[in-house]
């Protein structure tokens, strides 16, 4: 990764009884942009089956000291989160090829503690396999902050360090999807949010930021973001009528899932919108992702304009 390309993060699930080798994985994932979580014995179908976006699993083939634990453990996690790259960890080879057939199929890859150096070119290959310019990454962040800051009075917006994700999680009541069509990049942006509305008691009085109605605004906050991406991002020349290609989306909202019909990895944000004026009162957590799932050139990407006052004096935006 050069200069010129984003530092982001992603989260992993690490699953290992052994404690010996915890410090070795924590350094590998510190060097590699990895944000390492620990699953607790016990819990780990749980933490699969709520909503914690993950990039990929770090499995023990020998998990609480059973020969096939991590195998058995596998066949459980590929019911539930199919998408999810496994990564075993074995003791004595970093290969699959004594595993049968349908055995080697849970698993992207194998290695070992003696080979981190196989598991640094499978994170690349499986979670960071798209390269994104830091000038796209850090525009999305500042002009969906500027976005989301004209849609409320008095509110502190802070953005999580950006990250990509291999599952497909929705998070919240509401979500909102627009296509994106350029040259460089065909898909979706999508917005999700939790509904306050179906969780805070019945007042006369209203929310002054409006907070309560943000599941009714998550829709014109969407587009707004969208006009600003193609502001910034998408020449006015850039023939997007041309695409015609789609692949079909896939959403069970009883197992909050939605597919896009393919692999790809999807760049992440996590915005947190603190009210300024009703303290004790509830933060509002607002994901946004980008599925990049019909076209991804960053080569051909460049950055139209980086020019706010030019957005609000088109009317694209409107400040308070």
Same mark, same amino acid.
């Not at 004594?98 to 994170?123: E, N, Q």
């Not at 959403?251 to 896009?260: A, D, N, R, V, Y």
């Given at each position: 990764?050069?200069? /010129?390309?984003?530092?982001?993060?992603?989260?992993?699930?690490?699953?290992?009884?052994?404690?010996?080798?915890?410090?070795?994985?924590?350094?590998?994932?510190?060097?590699?942009?990895?944000?390492?979580?620990?699953?607790?014995?016990? /819990?780990?179908?749980? =933490?699969?089956?709520? /909503?914690?976006?993950?990039? #990929?699993?770090?499995?023990?083939?020998?998990?609480?000291?059973?020969?096939?634990?991590?195998?058995?453990?596998?066949?459980?996690?590929?019911?539930?989160?199919?998408?999810?790259?496994?990564?075993?960890?074995?003791?004595?080879?970093?290969?699959?090829?004594?595993?049968?057939?349908?055995?080697?199929?849970?698993?992207?890859? #194998?290695?070992? =503690?003696?080979?981190?150096?196989?598991?640094?070119?499978? &994170?690349?290959?499986? =979670?960071?396999?798209?390269?994104?310019?830091?000038?796209?990454?850090?525009?999305?962040?500042?002009?969906?902050?500027?976005?989301?800051?004209?849609?409320?009075?008095?509110?502190? &917006?802070?953005?999580?360090?950006?990250?990509?994700?291999?599952?497909?999680?929705?998070?919240?009541?509401?979500?909102?999807?627009?296509?994106?069509? +350029?040259?460089?990049?065909?898909?979706?942006?999508?917005?999700?949010?939790?509904?306050?509305?179906?969780?805070?008691? %019945?007042?006369?009085?209203?929310?002054?930021?409006?907070?309560?109605?943000?599941?009714?605004?998550?829709?014109?906050?969407?587009?707004?973001?969208?006009?600003?991406?193609?502001?910034?991002? =998408?020449?006015?020349?850039?023939?997007?009528?041309?695409?015609?290609?789609? &692949?079909?989306?896939?959403?069970?909202?009883?197992? %909050?899932?939605? +597919?896009?019909? +393919?692999?790809?990895?999807?760049?992440?944000?996590?915005?947190?919108?603190?009210?300024?004026?009703?303290?004790?009162?509830?933060?509002?957590?607002?994901?946004?992702?980008?599925?990049?799932?019909?076209?991804? +050139?960053?080569?051909?990407?460049?950055?139209?304009? #980086?020019?706010?006052?030019?957005?609000?004096?088109?009317?694209?935006?409107?400040?308070?």
């Amino acid at each position: 990764m050069n200069d /010129n390309d984003a530092q982001i993060v992603s989260k992993v699930l690490v699953i290992d009884s052994n404690k010996a080798v915890f410090t070795v994985i924590k350094l590998f994932c510190i060097e590699n942009n990895l944000v390492g979580l620990r699953a607790h014995r016990g /819990n780990v179908m749980d =933490i699969l089956k709520s /909503n914690v976006d993950l990039g #990929a699993i770090l499995l023990s083939e020998h998990y609480c000291g059973n020969p096939t634990g991590g195998v058995d453990l596998a066949r459980q996690i590929n019911r539930v989160r199919p998408e999810l790259p496994i990564f075993l960890r074995r003791d004595h080879t970093d290969e699959l090829d004594d595993l049968d057939p349908k055995t080697r199929k849970l698993f992207c890859a #194998a290695y070992t =503690i003696g080979s981190m150096f196989r598991l640094r070119r499978y &994170v690349e290959e499986y =979670i960071f396999s798209f390269v994104y310019p830091n000038v796209l990454v850090r525009g999305i962040k500042e002009l969906t902050e500027t976005v989301l800051a004209s849609q409320f009075a008095n509110i502190t &917006v802070n953005c999580d360090t950006p990250y990509v994700v291999r599952d497909r999680i929705v998070c919240g009541e509401v979500f909102s999807l627009i296509p994106i069509e +350029s040259s460089w990049c065909r898909g979706y942006m999508m917005m999700q949010t939790d509904d306050p509305a179906l969780r805070a008691p %019945k007042t006369e009085d209203e929310d002054p930021n409006g907070f309560d109605k943000i599941a009714d605004r998550l829709s014109e906050i969407t587009n707004l973001i969208w006009g600003a991406f193609k502001h910034r991002f =998408i020449a006015e020349d850039d023939n997007r009528g041309q695409f015609q290609t789609q &692949v079909p989306m896939l959403i069970k909202l009883h197992e %909050k899932f939605i +597919s896009f019909g +393919s692999n790809d990895p999807q760049l992440c944000y996590k915005y947190t919108l603190a009210n300024n004026n009703a303290e004790g009162k509830p933060s509002i957590h607002i994901y946004q992702r980008f599925v990049f799932n019909l076209n991804w +050139s960053p080569d051909d990407f460049k950055e139209v304009t #980086a020019s706010y006052e030019e957005l609000v004096d088109s009317g694209e935006l409107e400040l308070f």
